[in-house]
Nanobody, 124 residues
Framework: QVQLVESGGGLVQAGGSLRLSCAAS????????MAWFRQAPGKEREFVVS????????DYADSVKGRFTISRDNAKNTVYLQMNSLKPEDTAVYYC?????????????????WGQGTQVTVSS
């Protein structure tokens, strides 16, 4: 069984930065694409970014391109999300997810394991 645990969320002012981490336990994830999604109150879960199993390919949502950076350390079974120039519209619960594919994926249905989420709040 795979467990994903996110950390690093919090309250930050607009223009600030946060770094999220997602630690995986159980079966390793080196052969699987990983992603971050987010969900704001009253909205559907939204794709943020995905990284392929080896880290060579990355796919960002247009809304975060140039501001967010995903990375992974397969030796540590951890994926990171560096978020810079944060905006109030980035406020959401952020979820880490592991795909059953090795290539980047945008669909929620392509992910079989999810973390419990970490709250990110950006004040204006």
């Amino acid at each position: 069984q795979v467990q994903l645990v996110e950390s690093g969320g919090g309250l930050v002012q607009a223009g600030g930065s946060l770094r999220l981490s997602c630690a995986a336990s159980g079966r390793t994830f080196s052969g699987n694409a990983m992603a971050w999604f987010r969900q704001a109150p009253g909205k559907e879960r939204e794709f943020v970014v995905s990284i392929s199993s080896g880290g060579a390919n990355i796919d960002y949502a247009d809304s975060v391109k140039g501001r967010f950076t995903i990375s992974r350390d397969n030796a540590k079974n951890t994926v990171y999300l560096q978020m810079n120039s944060l905006k109030p519209e980035d406020t959401a619960v952020y979820y880490c997810a592991r795909s059953f594919y090795s290539s980047t994926q945008r669909r929620v249905a392509a992910y079989s394991y999810w973390g419990q989420g970490t709250q990110v709040t950006v004040s204006s």
